[in-house]
C-alpha cells in the first residue's frame, strides 16, 4: 500500500472513480498524455466529465504528478460538491490554523469546507499544511471521513 507514499493525480481520480462506483464511460479523454489503456484512463474521463479535473494544460492531465495537500483538497471538495451534491454544508474559518494563509487562493474555500464538514482536522490543532504531499495513509483517512458523511 505505500501508506507513506504521495498521490498522483492518476491514482486519484481512480479512487474517486471507484468510489462513485466505476460508472460507464462513453469517451476517452481530451488529455494526449493519458493513453487509452492506462489504469486511470476511465477514471480521468469520467472526472473530467464531471468538471473534478482540469488539465495542468489544455492537452496535458499529468497523471503522474504528484499532489499536494491542497491539490487533493480541491479535488475532493469538487467530488464532495459536485458528485455527491453536500452543497448544504457551509465553508467554515480557517482563521484558527497557523497557516491559514499559505493556503492558495483556489484552495482556500475547499479547505474550509473540508474543515467544516470534518472531513481535514488539523494534525497538531494548528496547521493544515497546504504545500506539503498529499501522503496516501492521509488520503485514506480523509476518505474514509468522507464515505462516513455521505453514508450517515
Given at each position: 500500500f505505500d501508506i507513506y507514499g504521495t498521490?498522483?493525480?492518476?491514482?486519484?481520480?481512480?479512487?474517486?472513480?471507484?468510489?462513485?462506483?466505476?460508472?460507464?464511460?462513453?469517451?476517452?479523454?481530451?488529455?494526449?498524455?493519458?493513453?487509452?489503456d492506462a489504469y486511470y484512463a476511465d477514471a480521468v474521463s469520467w472526472a473530467k466529465s464531471k468538471d473534478l479535473v482540469d488539465g495542468v494544460?489544455?492537452?496535458?492531465?499529468?497523471?503522474n504528478d504528484e499532489m499536494t495537500q491542497e491539490e487533493f483538497v480541491t479535488l475532493l471538495y469538487r467530488y464532495c460538491i459536485y458528485y455527491c451534491g453536500l452543497s448544504d454544508i457551509k465553508p467554515g474559518s480557517l482563521?484558527?490554523?497557523?497557516?491559514?494563509e499559505d493556503i492558495?487562493?483556489?484552495?482556500?474555500?475547499?479547505?474550509?469546507?473540508?474543515?467544516?464538514?470534518?472531513?481535514?482536522?488539523?494534525?497538531?490543532?494548528e496547521k493544515l499544511r497546504p504545500g506539503e504531499?498529499?501522503?496516501?495513509?492521509?488520503?485514506?483517512l480523509m476518505l474514509q471521513r468522507l464515505d462516513m458523511l455521505v453514508n450517515d
Open positions: 498521490m498522483t493525480r492518476g491514482m486519484l481520480v481512480t479512487v474517486l472513480y471507484r468510489m462513485a462506483g466505476s460508472p460507464a464511460v462513453t469517451a476517452n479523454s481530451s488529455f494526449t498524455d493519458v493513453a487509452s494544460s489544455v492537452d496535458k492531465f499529468d497523471p482563521d484558527n490554523y497557523g497557516d491559514a492558495a487562493f483556489y484552495a482556500q474555500t475547499p479547505f474550509a469546507w473540508c474543515v467544516s464538514a470534518g472531513i481535514i482536522t488539523a494534525e497538531d490543532g504531499d498529499a501522503i496516501r495513509g492521509y488520503v485514506a
